[in-house]
């Protein structure tokens, strides 16, 4: 007989990660720069997390919850504000996914998957790097999500909504 094997992903191994990642200086750095009508980088970047985990839990797919959780923390790492760099909001678009994987890089020894979840979640403005992976794509989407409801609702904190 064939044992029921569980679909979906993990929360406790998604926590535990989410833990062992916001305690980290690098990553609470984010904090300081603001995004998306006032929220903050890292606000949003959690929200990403959750929000990729909940529709992997809604898809009943099977994740790397570890790369999600890396990808989607990551996934804005780009430490600069737009506004004191005075790029445009379309050259920022389609240029920080590649800071962010560059910036990432000097703190993490990132695996494959996670650097495509990074330089990918920008897509299709980024028309060459394709999200390649479920948890790519479920970071991509995320993304997409969390900043039409962070810009236009004024929405802050979207964890667990």
Same mark, same amino acid.
């Given at each position: 007989?064939?044992?029921?094997?569980?679909?979906?992903?993990?929360?406790?191994?998604?926590?535990?990660? &989410?833990?062992?990642?916001?305690?980290?200086?690098?990553i609470r750095k984010m904090s =300081?720069?603001?995004?998306h009508q006032g929220n903050n980088?890292?606000?949003?970047?959690?929200?990403?997390?959750?929000?990729?985990?909940?529709?992997?839990?809604?898809?009943?797919?099977?994740?790397?919850?570890?790369?999600?959780?890396?990808?989607? &923390?990551?996934?804005?790492?780009?430490?600069?504000?737009?506004?004191? @760099?005075?790029?445009?909001?379309?050259?920022?678009?389609?240029?920080?996914?590649?800071?962010? *994987?560059?910036?990432?890089?000097?703190?993490?020894?990132?695996?494959?998957?996670?650097?495509?979840?990074?330089?990918?979640? &920008?897509?299709?403005? =980024?028309?060459?790097?394709?999200?390649?992976?479920? @948890?790519? *794509?479920?970071?991509?989407?995320?993304?997409?999500?969390?900043?039409?409801?962070? &810009?236009?609702?004024?929405?802050?904190?979207?964890?667990?909504?």
């Amino acid at each position: 007989m064939k044992k029921n094997k569980k679909r979906g992903p993990d929360r406790k191994i998604f926590e535990e990660e &989410m833990e062992r990642l916001t305690v980290r200086d690098e990553i609470r750095k984010m904090s =300081t720069f603001t995004q998306h009508q006032g929220n903050n980088t890292l606000q949003h970047v959690r929200n990403v997390a959750y929000r990729s985990f909940e529709l992997a839990e809604k898809f009943g797919w099977d994740i790397d919850e570890k790369n999600l959780v890396r990808g989607a &923390m990551l996934h804005d790492y780009y430490l600069y504000n737009i506004r004191q @760099e005075g790029i445009s909001s379309y050259r920022h678009g389609t240029r920080h996914p590649a800071r962010a *994987l560059e910036n990432a890089r000097e703190i993490f020894d990132l695996s494959e998957k996670e650097e495509n979840i990074i330089r990918s979640h &920008m897509w299709p403005l =980024t028309l060459f790097h394709v999200p390649r992976s479920r @948890e790519a *794509l479920l970071v991509c989407l995320a993304d997409k999500d969390c900043a039409i409801k962070e &810009m236009f609702l004024g929405k802050k904190n979207l964890e667990g909504k």
